[in-house]
């Protein structure tokens, strides 16, 4: 089999890693990738914005599966594109159809889905600059706090929640009046605000049945307590201690079956991963956001943990033949912190030496490198996400531990990691509702 794995971050890294586990006769490239996806297979220098140059690659080199990392491609219809044509349209393709990737590239769209599916979520309206004032009208009699989502893709700085009707005001008119975040906010969905406990769950689908993965928990922020600016991830957990038998018999009914369903019904091409950002409100689940593709960190914990070969399963779900899957999972506990450049998430210098990666830590670790490159035969930092470490342990607490000792041996310039990832699931904490 002769894979080609779109994207560059800690994602696609885990991804590789995985992949390079199946039967030594893969042939494993990743585009654009990074230092350690090219100890995984081969790196191309394609990028994935040029649906040309990807087509120009898959025909020369005989690609028989492409998997699609990152969300913005399968947005963009790279499914339809490959779909469409007759050179292309028998390479296993996992990712959904442009149709299936709304429900991640347009909130008002996956909140309309989840309406017509009576898929738990909270209440909405969506707004542009044509009903402009009435959106004015409705904040002001809105209950706070209330939560702003740009409708697009906005790499992941969309969501604004409110404590105030000044500041909800405000930031609407940035988002519809002024662009704040470009396209992506020329219109506005307008939430109510769910308090719980978040949690993420990962589906891979063939378009009719479905195969659950491991769940897992990530912590957006960037200072210890969970305080400070939103971040891309900081780092992830799973298992998740408060997701028990009972909640989740709750998700298959109420939101994963529902989903899945929903997008057979609707003849929605989607053969690929579901992210499910759920809200735990008082034992019951509800839908934030759907993500058309697999989590950042959360990916870096949760494939870990599977023991599946994930060729397999991908050819499975091509094969619309997921129903004959047993998913498998590892019952240890994986932790992964991300080490960050100073300065992240508003800005960060990059080109830093960074020593100790390729050090030995043991069958418990694996550090999954983000924005790195190698120059002049160093790995220096190339992101704000730099790099991550998951390790595995008996119990949370001991795999965030053993994470922490490996990241004590790994350096440069301007370092920075959370040292309380999974904080809430320590033996001193308190408990769980």
């Known amino acids: 089999m002769r894979i080609l794995l779109l994207g560059s971050g800690g994602r696609e890294h885990a991804f590789a890693w995985k992949l390079n586990q199946s039967a030594p006769s893969h042939s494993i490239y990743t585009a654009p990738g990074n230092p350690g996806t090219a100890k995984c297979g081969k790196n191309v220098q394609l990028d994935i914005k040029d649906f040309d140059a990807i087509r120009k690659f898959c025909i020369k080199e005989k690609i028989e599966m492409l998997i699609v990392g990152p969300e913005e491609p399968l947005v963009n219809g790279l499914y339809d594109y490959f779909k469409a044509s007759e050179e292309l349209k028998t390479i296993r393709f996992i990712g959904p159809s442009k149709e299936g990737a709304k429900l991640e590239g347009s909130k008002a769209f996956a909140k309309a889905f989840m309406q017509r599916h009576n898929i738990p979520t909270s209440k909405y309206r969506e707004f542009t600059i044509e009903n402009y004032e009435e959106g004015i009208k409705y904040l002001q009699q809105h209950a706070l706090p209330i939560v702003l989502k740009a409708d697009g893709l906005a790499a ?69 307590g969970d305080k400070g600016l939103m971040t891309g991830g900081m780092g992830a957990v799973s298992p998740v201690p408060f997701v028990k038998d009972d909640f989740m018999r709750k998700v298959e009914e109420r939101v994963i079956r529902p989903t899945i369903n929903g997008i057979y019904r609707e003849a929605i091409e989607y053969t690929g991963f579901i992210f499910f950002g759920l809200i735990n409100v008082n034992g019951d689940p509800f839908v934030i956001e759907y993500n058309c593709r697999m989590g950042d960190p959360e990916t870096e914990v949760v494939i870990p943990r599977l023991e ?109 990691y959370r040292t309380d990832i999974g904080y809430e699931f320590k033996a001193s904490a308190s408990p769980q509702v």
């Open 156 to 224: 992941g700085k969309g969501v604004v929640i409110c404590q105030s009707y000044v500041e909800a005001i405000a930031e609407f008119e940035l988002m519809i009046q002024q662009a704040k975040f470009g396209e992506a906010s020329k219109k506005v969905v307008v939430e109510d605000f769910l308090n719980g406990i978040e949690v993420s769950v990962f589906a891979i689908t063939d378009g009719k049945n479905y195969v659950m993965l491991p769940e897992a928990k990530d912590y957006k922020r960037i200072g210890e």
């Open 308 to 416: 599946n070969d994930l060729v397999e399963i991908c050819i499975a779900a091509s094969d619309k033949e997921l129903d004959k899957v047993q998913v498998k999972m590892d019952k240890r506990a994986a932790a992964t912190i991300m080490a960050v450049s100073r300065g992240y998430p508003t800005g960060f210098e990059k080109g830093f030496e960074i020593s100790g990666l390729d050090e030995k830590y043991g069958k418990q670790s694996i550090v999954f490198q983000a924005g790195t490159k190698e120059v002049n035969g160093k790995i220096v930092s190339n992101g704000g996400r730099v790099f991550c470490v998951t390790s595995f342990g008996e119990d949370i607490e001991d795999a965030v531990s053993s994470s922490l000792e490996v990241l004590n041996n790994i350096h440069f310039e301007g370092i920075y």
